[in-house]
């Protein structure tokens, strides 16, 4: 069992929906939980940063974290083409050097 | 802003040739990171560096060597090019554990 599990898609969605992107995970130890965004032939950029559990919102993006359930989400609203691109999740231990990614979920939102 | 960039964004090279991937950060960033991005794969680390001469290994180091011998520089390093290695190539540096990794735009291999 992979220590992060996200669903890679494709998932394919009109224009102005609301997208929810999850990640499940096996290790309770991680603290902080990471979104990052990947556009096609470009590095993954962050797009949102939690530590420990609660809700954190950016515009239209909002990233939710359930360690009791070791779930993480993030929602993206009114969602536009500019959105597709490919989500990863990425948690990590406190003072821990690395990440650990899911395998990321490509999204298309069609105009 | 943090940047992180890498030295080719696209690279062809032969079976046997020895590469040199470099990856420079302006941030004075004390990891630095050399991932590999396949599809269905995610992104899979193959060596990481917390300090200047110091290196661990990733989760797929086999085929690779690593140097650091300025902080903000990392190289990756393919002894002899195969074509297994063809691959998304992704550096990565952060200021200190558990935190947000900055990213560059990648390089593009592929091995004939």
């Known amino acids: 069992q992979k220590e992060v599990e996200q669903d890679p898609g494709p998932l394919s969605v009109p224009e102005g929906a609301i997208v929810s992107l999850n990640c499940t995970y096996s290790?309770?130890?991680?603290?902080?939980f990471m979104w990052y965004r990947q556009y096609s032939r470009k590095g993954p950029e962050l797009l949102m940063y939690?530590?420990?559990?609660g809700n954190k919102e950016d515009g239209r993006f909002t990233a939710q974290v359930d360690k009791s359930s070791k779930y993480i989400s993030l929602f993206i609203r009114d969602s536009q083409p500019s959105d597709s691109a490919t989500y990863l999740c990425a948690m990590s231990i406190q003072g821990a050097q690395k990440l650990v990614f899911g395998q990321g979920t490509r999204l298309t939102i069609n105009p | 802003d943090v940047k992180v960039t890498q030295s080719s964004r696209y690279l062809v090279k032969r079976t046997g040739e020895k590469v040199f991937l470099e990856c420079v950060q302006d941030?004075?960033?004390?990891?630095m990171f050399w991932y590999r991005q396949d599809p269905g794969l995610g992104l899979r680390l193959i060596y990481f560096s917390y300090d200047v001469k110091m290196k661990e290994k990733g989760d797929i180091p086999e085929g690779y060597s690593v140097s650091r011998e300025k902080k903000e520089r990392f190289s990756l390093i393919l002894e002899s090019a195969s074509t297994n290695q063809t691959s998304m190539y992704l550096c990565?540096?952060?200021?200190?554990?558990?935190?947000?990794?900055?990213f560059g735009p990648g390089t593009r291999l592929t091995v004939t």
């Open positions: 290790n309770s130890a991680f603290q902080y």
């Open positions: 939690t530590y420990s559990s």
């Open positions: 990565a540096s952060t200021y200190g554990g558990g935190e947000e990794q900055y």
């Open positions: 941030m004075d960033h004390e990891n």
